[in-house]
């Protein structure tokens, strides 16, 4: 699964640090999701499709490998 | 996050001042530097064996406590570092700990499986001995090394 967390962190200026803070994980986890290291629970996709306020599918994409 | 099966942060500290001290007078008293003569009690046993004495099946032995109460607390110790909810526990953290746990089961039995073929008779019951405590200990280790990692490889771009 890729993700473009970061390019949307970007488009709303905002640093893994604060996201993480507003969304309830660590920074670790943030930065973990962008190096595509880790994939996060429906939750936590969930909330960070409010937070951004776009669906879930525009922010997390499936791979041909899934 | 609401985790299941973990104890308070608050714990890994009380584990840290169990598992110090419980370790290195377990391991004075395994090397016989420290002895506790007044820990030989007679104590309740289900099975005891110890050649040439005759063994007891539910009754009463003769025995030196040191080594089961550092060994209790060690255990205490370990479980309360690791199974303790981090500062700031969330999913990636309880991924870490999983992982780590996987890898420390691998770890301990490769471990194992090799002193099995190369260690024999005494020198096998002192392996024995010691891999009672080694899953936890490497499952520890390896859980504060990946968590300590993953905070050392966050990339500071703002």
Known sequence: MKNNLKVERAINSITQQELAKKIGVTRQAINSIELNKFVPSTVLALKLSEFFNKPVNEIFFLEETD | ?158
């Open chain 2, 1 to 158: 996050m609401k985790t299941k099966f973990l104890f308070p942060n608050h714990f890994e500290r009380i584990g840290w001042f169990i598992l110090i001290p419980s370790s290195i007078l377990g391991l004075l008293n395994f090397f016989e530097i420290l002895e506790f003569k007044f820990l030989e009690i007679r104590v309740f046993a289900i099975y005891s064996e110890m050649f040439p004495s005759p063994s007891t099946f539910f009754g009463f032995v003769s025995n030196n406590i040191a080594n089961e109460i550092f060994g209790i607390l060690f255990i205490i110790g370990a479980i309360f570092i690791g199974f303790s909810n981090e500062k700031h526990e969330d999913e990636f953290i309880a991924k870490v700990r999983t992982e780590s746990l996987v890898w420390s089961v691998y770890a301990n039995y490769i471990i194992l499986i090799f002193c099995m073929l190369f260690f024999f008779e005494l020198g096998f019951f002192y392996v024995m001995l010691f891999n009672m405590f080694t899953i936890l200990l490497f499952f520890i280790i390896r859980f504060k090394y990946m968590i300590y990692m993953s905070k050392k490889n966050l990339n500071y771009e703002k």
